[in-house]
């Protein structure tokens, strides 16, 4: 059964950065699509950044140029470094490998990470 351990979330204030961590068990890491995805309460969960084993990564216009995504097949762990955030960018932070059609999570949710924008 795969496992998703979200990490790296916290307390930043506007303009700041975050790096978040994802390490995946149980799957063959290298062959999916992993992305990120964001929730807040009320809303349905949105896909943030997703990259290939190989190739290049694609991002929600909103964070085109804020956020980068990048993977270590070795570690079986994707990272989301987040710079120049905004109070919009507050949410739960989960990882995935991509279902490309439903536009979701393949796996099973792990815990997410909170990531919280105040002043």
């Known amino acids: 059964q795969v496992q998703l351990a979200e990490s790296g979330g916290g307390l930043v204030q506007p303009g700041g950065s975050l790096r978040l961590s994802c390490v995946v068990s149980?799957?063959?890491?290298?062959?999916?699509?992993i992305a990120w995805f964001r929730q807040t309460p009320g809303k349905q969960r949105e896909w943030v950044a997703r990259?290939?084993?190989?190739?290049?990564?694609i991002y929600l216009d909103s964070v085109k140029d804020r956020f980068t995504i990048s993977r270590d097949n070795a570690k079986q762990t994707v990272y989301l470094q987040m710079n120049n955030l905004n109070p919009e960018d507050a949410a739960v932070y989960y990882c995935?490998?991509?279902?490309?059609?439903?536009?979701?999570?393949?796996?099973?949710w792990g815990q997410g990470t909170q990531v919280t924008v105040s002043s």
């Open positions: 149980g799957s063959r890491f290298e062959s999916y699509i």
């Open positions: 995935n490998a991509w279902n490309r059609f439903i536009r979701q999570g393949l796996w099973n």
């Open positions: 990259i290939p084993s190989s190739g290049t990564p």
